[in-house]
């Protein structure tokens, strides 16, 4: 619409000028062309005057010769050929005494003249008084003549002296046909030439003008006009030009309009393309718009476009006091069937959930893949809890319902952390940071469920992340310390073994318990670093008490699963064990059931290569995974360490009291040592003694205590 406005202002700008320019043009050929008609008019007119006096003349001799005769010319024929041919341009001179026509020659023709009383005509008296009176030539006509033909008169009263006075003779007059005076003039030519002419009188008596002639096509508008002084009065010769330049005038306006047409054609036209290339750069920036803002695989928005409309809510609030919910949503072992299925299943399972949750909510919510098997959802103008908390529930078992991929069936689950805008953050960062801490929050309470931010997870989050940056150095600093806790024999109640459990001095904080930093040195890899630490505390304990002949069969040290699949760590214990220059089969290690679990056939080398150093291995927290006895079977190892939450409540649990009688059969029948762990009270004491099990772990016998006093204890016990 706008282009069209733009092409037909220019249009009509374009037109205007052409039209202008070749209006001008012609009025400047139109200027020309009439001075050139004026000086033509003037050309005439001399030329009319010229031949009118001259023929007029005529009278003035005639009146002579009336005069000098008293009124009687003799030879009149004689002279009047002779005045005629001398002078020419007169048809035929007259004589009319009295106003009556006598003599006129030549007389052929004009018989029917004589006699006619020309002070008697009504036509002509009027005009032939006037001359009596003003005794002056009169030019009078132009007549039809009684013989034919049109003629003006030149009259001329004569007066003849008589007594002293003059008295009116009669008129001397000379014919002169009006073709044989206009003979002189260029007009005929003219008028084939395009000019028009007309040649008028202003008829004396009355207030009018008599056309004297004309050409045959009318005159045109403003012609040139000029005087012609006749006796006793004035003609006028008016003349035009029948203008070509009305055609041409026309004709440049044409050519102006086509112009202009033509200039906005092509002005529309680039106008167009210009759009169309917009067009064009508008489709690749959309397109480019859209890999920037969707996730490919599933076709949902991304994360960065969940960003940008975040900070939009977030404006929202503030301004309109509008509220939404964000919920952070992360597929409950996700890995697991992407490990098992492959990235094909994996990514076919990921599509159906996006296409889940699309539909599981209205069509303005924004609907996020962040990114792995993590999604988020953004409901606008939500301010509802329990909203909030219905969606989230069904999202779950929308998510929960079974899934067909590549013929098999299954079932996956998801956690959701939810946060309110803007109550939860004020910025994108602080609101997803909060989001992903509930998440974390309700994947921690079991998975399968949702669980809302609050601010004290917040703290947590502060605080861990503090505790993160301290723990990088608590290693170079010295802020970590070895506790040391006896295992018991139980049927001679002798130290057997020790375990050495890690503890931090943090500055500030004081002593902190592992349960308050293991999970973040595993979460942050700093793990592996602590794990040598420890490793080599315990190798250099185990070689201070060698040399000091001390009794100890091991110590025992804990093995993180990250530790686990460190590839350097049989490398790296080896050096430590030859650095500290001890017999490795004073050190133990005690690795997790779960640890194990994870990659079976990978857990059994590393086992074989450390007993092949050695060095002996327990499996710790046993019961708490899923492995069965089955599986132990293959894994090389001394020592299975029975959980302490079989042992907390084995004297009121009989099935308790079942499960890990038949553990330590089992265990014994494979030729490993039993350990029962966190023997707090005299009862279980007695209860594990008597099902056999080998050694106890636990606050009746021990404390874990700083290396000062762990052997102290130690005497302590061997006396007891
Ligand atoms: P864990 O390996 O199962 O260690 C035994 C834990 O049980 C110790 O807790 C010990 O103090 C506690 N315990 C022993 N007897 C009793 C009892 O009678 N009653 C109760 N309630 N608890 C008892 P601690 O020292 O707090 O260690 C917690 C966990 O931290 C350890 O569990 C272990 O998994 C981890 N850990 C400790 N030190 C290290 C280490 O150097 N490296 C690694 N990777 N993990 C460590
Ligand atoms: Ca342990
Ligand atoms: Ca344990």
Same mark, same amino acid.
């Given at each position: 619409?706008?282009?069209?406005?733009?092409?037909?202002?220019?249009?009509?700008?374009?037109?205007?000028?052409?039209?202008?320019?070749?209006?001008?043009?012609?009025?400047?050929?139109?200027?020309?062309?009439?001075?050139?008609?004026?000086?033509?008019?003037?050309?005439?007119?001399?030329?009319?005057?010229?031949?009118?006096?001259?023929?007029?003349?005529?009278?003035?001799?005639?009146?002579?010769?009336?005069?000098?005769?008293?009124?009687?010319?003799?030879?009149?024929?004689?002279?009047?050929?002779?005045?005629?041919?001398?002078?020419?341009?007169?048809?035929?001179?007259?004589?009319?005494?009295?106003?009556?026509?006598?003599?006129?020659?030549?007389?052929?023709?004009?018989?029917?003249?004589?006699?006619?009383?020309?002070?008697?005509?009504?036509?002509?008296?009027?005009?032939?008084?006037?001359?009596?009176?003003?005794?002056?030539?009169?030019?009078?006509?132009?007549?039809?003549?009684?013989?034919?033909?049109?003629?003006?008169?030149?009259?001329?009263?004569?007066?003849?002296?008589?007594?002293?006075?003059?008295?009116?003779?009669?008129?001397?007059?000379?014919?002169?046909?009006?073709?044989?005076?206009?003979?002189?003039?260029?007009?005929?030519?003219?008028?084939?030439?395009?000019?028009?002419?007309?040649?008028?009188?202003?008829?004396?008596?009355?207030?009018?003008?008599?056309?004297?002639?004309?050409?045959?096509?009318?005159?045109?508008?403003?012609?040139?006009?000029?005087?012609?002084?006749?006796?006793?009065?004035?003609?006028?010769?008016?003349?035009?030009?029948?203008?070509?330049?009305?055609?041409?005038?026309?004709?440049?306006?044409?050519?102006?309009?086509?112009?202009?047409?033509?200039?906005?054609?092509?002005?529309?036209?680039?106008?167009?393309?210009?759009?169309?290339?917009?067009?064009?750069?508008?489709?690749?920036?959309?397109?480019?718009?859209?890999?920037?803002?969707?996730?490919?695989?599933?076709?949902?928005?991304?994360?960065?476009?969940?960003?940008?409309?975040?900070?939009?809510?977030?404006?929202?609030?503030?301004?309109?006091?509008?509220?939404?919910?964000?919920?952070?949503?992360?597929?409950?072992?996700?890995?697991?069937?992407?490990?098992?299925?492959?990235?094909?299943?994996?990514?076919?399972?990921?599509?159906?959930?996006?296409?889940?949750?699309?539909?599981?909510?209205?069509?303005?919510?924004?609907?996020?893949?962040?990114? $792995?098997?993590?999604?988020?959802? @953004? !409901?606008? =103008?939500? %301010?509802?809890?329990?909203? +909030? #908390? /219905?969606? &989230?529930? *069904?999202?779950?078992?929308?998510?929960?319902?079974?899934?067909?991929?590549?013929?098999?069936?299954?079932?996956?689950?998801?956690?959701?952390?939810?946060?309110?805008?803007?109550?939860? $953050?004020?910025?994108?960062?602080? @609101? !997803?940071? =909060?989001? %992903?801490?509930?998440?974390? +929050? #309700? /994947?921690? &309470?079991? *998975?399968?469920?949702?669980?809302?931010?609050?601010?004290?997870?917040?703290?947590?989050?502060?605080?861990?992340?503090?505790?993160?940056?301290?723990?990088?150095?608590?290693?170079?600093?010295?802020?970590?310390?070895?506790?040391?806790?006896?295992?018991? %024999?139980?049927?001679?109640?002798?130290?057997?073994?020790?375990?050495?459990?890690?503890?931090?001095?943090?500055?500030?904080?004081?002593?902190?318990?592992?349960?308050?930093?293991?999970?973040?040195?595993?979460?942050?890899?700093?793990?592996?670093?602590?794990?040598?630490?420890?490793?080599?505390?315990?190798?250099?304990?185990?070689?201070?008490?060698?040399?000091?002949?001390?009794?100890?069969?091991?110590?025992?040290?804990?093995?993180?699963?990250?530790?686990?699949?460190?590839?350097?760590?049989?490398?790296?214990?080896?050096?430590?064990?030859?650095?500290?220059?001890?017999?490795?089969?004073?050190?133990?290690?005690?690795?997790?059931?779960?640890?194990?679990?994870?990659?079976?056939?990978?857990?059994?080398?590393?086992?074989?290569?450390?007993?092949?150093?050695?060095?002996?291995?327990?499996?710790?927290?046993?019961?708490?995974?899923?492995?069965?006895?089955?599986?132990?079977?293959?894994?090389?190892?001394?020592?299975?360490?029975?959980?302490?939450?079989?042992?907390?409540?084995?004297?009121?649990?009989?099935?308790?009291?079942?499960?890990?009688?038949?553990?330590?059969?089992?265990?014994?029948?494979?030729?490993?040592?039993?350990?029962?762990?966190?023997?707090?009270?005299?009862?279980?004491?007695?209860?594990?003694?008597?099902?056999?099990?080998?050694?106890?772990?636990?606050?009746?016998?021990?404390?874990?205590?700083?290396?000062?006093?762990?052997?102290?204890?130690?005497?302590?016990?061997?006396?007891?």
């Amino acid at each position: 619409m706008k282009r069209a406005f733009i092409c037909l202002i220019f249009f009509i700008g374009v037109f205007a000028l052409g039209s202008f320019w070749s209006g001008n043009y012609k009025k400047q050929v139109r200027q020309e062309q009439q001075k050139l008609i004026s000086e033509i008019v003037n050309i005439q007119i001399s030329n009319i005057e010229q031949r009118l006096s001259r023929s007029l003349s005529t009278t003035d001799m005639l009146a002579i010769e009336v005069q000098q005769n008293q009124g009687q010319i003799n030879d009149f024929e004689i002279f009047a050929q002779s005045v005629i041919d001398s002078i020419g341009g007169v048809s035929n001179l007259q004589l009319a005494p009295n106003g009556v026509i006598e003599q006129i020659h030549p007389i052929t023709g004009n018989e029917q003249a004589i006699g006619h009383n020309i002070l008697l005509d009504d036509k002509r008296k009027k005009e032939a008084w006037l001359a009596i009176e003003r005794k002056q030539l009169t030019l009078a006509g132009p007549f039809k003549l009684v013989q034919g033909g049109v003629a003006i008169i030149g009259r001329k009263p004569v007066f003849i002296q008589h007594n002293g006075n003059p008295r009116f003779w009669g008129f001397v007059s000379a014919l002169i046909f009006l073709d044989d005076l206009l003979a002189v003039t260029d007009l005929k030519q003219l008028e084939e030439k395009g000019y028009s002419y007309r040649l008028t009188r202003a008829h004396p008596d009355k207030q009018r003008t008599d056309i004297i002639t004309q050409s045959s096509k009318k005159l045109g508008n403003s012609p040139q006009k000029a005087e012609i002084k006749v006796p006793n009065g004035i003609w006028y010769l008016e003349m035009s030009h029948e203008m070509p330049s009305s055609l041409y005038g026309l004709l440049g306006y044409l050519a102006s309009f086509i112009i202009a047409l033509l200039a906005s054609w092509q002005l529309w036209s680039m106008m167009n393309y210009s759009q169309h290339l917009e067009r064009v750069v508008k489709k690749k920036t959309l397109e480019l718009e859209e890999l920037a803002f969707n996730d490919h695989l599933t076709g949902l928005a991304n994360r960065r476009s969940l960003t940008e409309r975040l900070k939009q809510v977030l404006w929202e609030a503030k301004r309109y006091q509008r509220t939404a919910v964000l919920m952070y949503l992360d597929l409950d072992d996700f890995k697991r069937i992407n490990d098992s299925m492959g990235h094909d299943a994996g990514d076919t399972l990921l599509k159906q959930i996006a296409a889940r949750l699309r539909g599981a909510v209205r069509e303005s919510d924004l609907v996020v893949r962040l990114g $792995g098997d993590e999604f988020a959802v @953004l !409901l606008l =103008n939500e %301010d509802s809890i329990n909203n +909030a #908390a /219905k969606i &989230a529930k *069904k999202l779950i078992q929308k998510i929960e319902q079974p899934v067909r991929i590549a013929g098999r069936g299954f079932t996956i689950t998801s956690s959701i952390g939810i946060t309110l805008v803007p109550n939860d $953050g004020n910025d994108v960062p602080t @609101l !997803l940071g =909060n989001a %992903d801490l509930a998440m974390y +929050a #309700a /994947k921690k &309470a079991g *998975k399968r469920n949702f669980h809302f931010f609050d601010q004290a997870m917040q703290q947590k989050a502060v605080e861990k992340h503090q505790l993160e940056a301290d723990l990088a150095e608590a290693v170079i600093n010295n802020q970590l310390e070895l506790h040391y806790q006896p295992l018991i %024999d139980l049927q001679t109640r002798q130290v057997s073994t020790y375990e050495a459990l890690v503890r931090w001095n943090h500055p500030t904080r004081g002593f902190l318990p592992p349960d308050q930093f293991i999970g973040l040195a595993e979460e942050s890899g700093k793990i592996v670093d602590l794990g040598y630490w420890v490793i080599r505390e315990v190798c250099q304990q185990i070689s201070l008490r060698t040399q000091q002949h001390l009794k100890c069969k091991a110590i025992a040290v804990n093995l993180s699963p990250k530790q686990f699949v460190d590839p350097n760590l049989l490398e790296n214990i080896k050096t430590i064990v030859r650095e500290a220059d001890i017999d490795a089969r004073m050190l133990e290690v005690e690795i997790t059931e779960s640890t194990l679990m994870d990659n079976v056939d990978n857990a059994i080398q590393i086992m074989e290569a450390l007993r092949a150093m050695g060095i002996r291995i327990a499996i710790d927290d046993f019961g708490t995974g899923y492995s069965s006895l089955a599986v132990i079977k293959r894994f090389p190892v001394d020592k299975l360490k029975i959980d302490r939450s079989f042992v907390a409540k084995l004297d009121k649990d009989r099935s308790d009291q079942k499960i890990v009688r038949a553990i330590i059969a089992m265990a014994h029948t494979l030729q490993i040592e039993v350990v029962a762990e966190g023997i707090e009270t005299e009862q279980q004491y007695e209860l594990l003694k008597h099902a056999k099990c080998d050694i106890g772990q636990g606050y009746l016998f021990a404390k874990p205590k700083p290396i000062d006093q762990a052997f102290i204890s130690e005497a302590h016990l061997t006396r007891a």
